[in-house]
């Protein structure tokens, strides 16, 4: 294979917030990557949150505002020591504007393996349609 055909997979690092604002909880909190894919009747947020539970992860939606908030438990125990680390934990954040095409009463939202796969189906009006042509 010549090297234009193969592709390495290459770790993305995480990124970590850079805000102006002040965080009022101690730790690092991460933007975590998504993907968005649109189709007629819906768009899909794929989000990765490696090392997020069910357990720890808000989904909140108001004022057509979209945050996802999760955060990753230390995997040590107590009596553990730590020798090498290079999985960072702390809490991801992130947050989406919603237009007026999303029937936000139906958001549904699955997380499976680390990937919060978010489907936002878009309201009947916003859904194209064929119009007949009648003679």
């Given at each position: 294979m010549t090297d234009s055909k193969v592709k390495e997979i290459q770790v993305k690092p995480k990124h970590e917030i850079t805000s102006?604002?002040?965080q009022t909880r101690p730790g690092v909190v991460f933007t975590p990557s998504v993907d968005i894919f649109?189709?007629?009747?819906?768009?899909?947020?794929?989000?990765?949150?490696?090392?997020?539970t069910t357990e720890n992860l808000t989904i909140d939606l108001r004022?057509?505002?979209?945050t996802l908030?999760?955060?990753?438990?230390?995997?040590e125990e107590a009596h553990e020591e730590d020798i090498l680390v290079e999985y960072e934990v702390g809490k991801y954040y992130r947050q989406f504007s919603l237009s007026n095409l999303i029937d936000q009463s139906k958001i549904d939202a699955k997380l499976t393996d680390g990937v919060l796969r978010l489907t936002l189906p878009k309201v009947e009006e916003a859904k194209p349609r064929k119009i007949e042509v009648k003679t």
């Open positions: 102006p604002a002040e649109e189709t007629e009747r819906e768009l899909t947020v794929l989000a990765d949150l490696p090392g997020v004022e057509n505002t979209l908030t999760g955060e990753v438990e230390p995997f």
